[in-house]
């Protein structure tokens, strides 16, 4: 076997950049740790660059605990030799654990702490996607980074760094695994690792939450501005909204990491406020002049499969009758009468046309859900709007727009991954907005990809790519116009409530002083001023 394998690495005549491929082999742990042997005998004459030996069943039980140690063995002198290992690993599905990956860490703290490894340490790319690495194993490796980091003979050999891929994809991590990973990147004052691929794990915002604030912590004190990650993919874990708001520091010092990946993460309407608070942030601050964030596949649209509801214009009607179940909820306490009376309390319907546009009638219909008892409020917003709503709603009042369009010419460019993302043309219309704000206002550029949502026309898809801003000046002078139709419901909706709330505490205020009531208990009493106090949240 070994003489097979040595034959092979050496026949190649290209030295430059050669690669062994050997995935989906049958190899046996055995067969495995021959290759590698053979790997650190030959490895000067041959200078791989790259071994495959991915979906081989490589750390199989039935190879017995001692040849399994074996190869465990092997892994760690060739991770520990910077001469002999190939600058790209790729281990994807071999059923490695975290013994495997104890062994790995040795051998990379052995890579930059043994005196007799001289010289340049080309970066590793090192693909473990699909092994049941577990929390024990992910703490395995950060360990091995944060011992790198901190071991001053270590960082003396440290001229790059020490990852350029670390993909850990679907390796069964959870929020364990995430914090010890945090805790390595906290421990590192320049880029340990180039590029993190923590996707398809089970990461909730606890996790990422540890990741951000030890990428934050790293930042303050980091050697020059370069980012401590030039990518980090978190795609498909359990973020939800408040993963979404403890990424957003990240992009408010994009510098830090100049492109994250959020694809299918579950964030919704509040999450993309958070984020397009933080894209904002970026388009005012003096950090790095691009940045990537990938929102794909998240359920941003209110077109996501839920029933829809009959009628439902969004009109005065719908909006009192929320401010007046609010209101009714504070005076639930005794005042059945001042209940009714809200409830028989009409508004008259007041359309800015005689037919409303579809756009209208979708916001309606999510206004309804919402009203109706929709367990999740959030799924009847729309993360779109609420993006661009985020990203726009200080530009007429910030006072630093004019300084930001003077730096303009720096070309701040921001890409925007929003593929799949079940958008309606009103959510096409309010991301229109978005991008001419951006344009004209902050001197920043979008690029976005807002393919693969069915509903929009090739026209509205087309001009949101940048290829028809006419057409992207009408969409976005449309999402204005409904906005002020709405803030102008809004505010009859709050006067009509008002007025509500005083004729029901006069009602009752008559009724107690001739008697026709008893007098509610000091506990129950209806604080007007306080009501009034909260009336913002009506």
């Not at 270590?154 to 945090?182: R, Y």
């Not at 990424?247 to 694809?263: A, H, M, Q, T």
């Not at 509801?309 to 909820?329: E, I, R």
């Not at 925007?416 to 959510?427: K, N, Q, S, V």
Request: aromatic share 4%.
């Amino acid at each position: 076997m070994l003489k097979i394998v040595e034959k092979i690495l050496l026949s190649s005549s290209n030295t430059a950049n050669k690669s062994l491929i050997a995935q989906s082999n049958q190899l046996s742990t055995k067969g495995a740790t021959q290759i590698l042997q053979c790997l650190l005998q030959t490895q000067n004459k041959t200078n791989l660059r790259c071994l495959d030996l991915s979906w081989n069943p490589l750390d199989s039980e039935e190879s017995g605990a001692h040849t399994r140690e074996k190869l465990y063995d092997t892994f760690e002198q060739l991770l520990g030799n910077a001469t002999t290992c190939p600058a790209s690993l790729r281990l994807d599905r071999c059923g490695l654990g975290p013994a495997a990956m104890r062994a790995m860490g040795i051998g990379i703290i052995h890579r930059y702490t043994h005196n007799d490894q001289q010289g340049h340490k080309s970066p590793l790319t090192l693909s473990l996607c699909g092994n049941p690495v577990g929390d024990a194993g992910a703490a395995a490796l950060a360990a091995a980074v944060r011992f790198v980091a901190t071991s001053e003979d270590a960082v003396d050999q440290l001229e790059c760094p020490l990852f350029d891929v670390l993909d850990l994809s679907a390796c069964g991590i959870g929020d364990a695994g995430a914090e010890a990973i945090a805790l390595a990147l906290e421990s590192a004052n320049c880029c340990m690792i180039q590029h993190l691929d923590l996707s398809n794990n089970e990461i909730t915002e606890h996790g990422v939450d540890a990741i951000c604030r030890g990428l934050a912590a790293a930042g303050k004190r980091r050697d020059g501005s370069n980012p401590l990650l030039q990518s980090l993919d978190v795609s498909n874990n359990k973020l939800g909204d408040a993963g979404a708001k403890a990424i957003s520091e990240c992009i408010v010092g994009s510098d830090i990491v100049p492109s994250l990946i959020l694809r299918s993460c579950n964030i919704q309407a509040d999450g993309a406020s958070a984020l397009g608070t933080a894209l904002r942030a970026f388009a005012l601050s003096a950090s790095s002049s691009e940045l990537s964030l990938d929102l794909s596949g998240n359920p941003f649209g209110i077109l996501r499969g839920k029933t829809k509801q009959g009628g439902g214009k969004y009109s005065v009607g719908h909006l009192k009758s929320k401010a007046s179940a609010t209101a009714a909820s504070y005076m639930n306490q005794g005042f059945s009468f001042i209940k009714k009376g809200l409830k028989d309390v009409g508004v008259e319907i007041i359309p800015s046309s005689g037919e409303s546009d579809d756009e209208e009638e979708e916001l309606g219909r999510a206004e309804s859900t919402l009203l109706d008892g929709d367990i999740d409020p959030s799924r009847a917003k729309c993360g779109g709007k609420a993006l661009s709503t985020a990203f726009t709603s200080s530009a007429s009042s910030d006072k630093k727009t004019n300084d930001v369009v003077s730096r303009s010419s720096t070309g701040r460019s921001i890409r925007l991954g929003l593929r799949h993302c079940f958008f309606d043309h009103a959510a096409a219309d309010a991301l229109a907005d978005m991008l001419l704000t951006g344009k004209d206002e902050l001197g920043v550029t979008f690029e976005l990809d807002i393919d693969m949502n069915d509903v929009l026309e090739e026209q509205m898809v087309s001009a949101l790519h940048g290829d028809d801003e006419d057409y992207l000046r009408e969409m976005a002078e449309s999402h204005a116009d409904k906005m002020s139709y709405i803030k102008d419901a809004q505010k009859r909706a709050r006067a009509a409530t008002r007025n509500d709330l005083d004729s029901g505490f006069d009602s009752w205020a008559n009724s107690a002083v001739y008697g026709e009531v008893d007098e509610e208990p000091d506990d129950q009493e209806w604080d007007s001023d306080a009501d009034y106090e909260n009336e913002d949240e009506i």
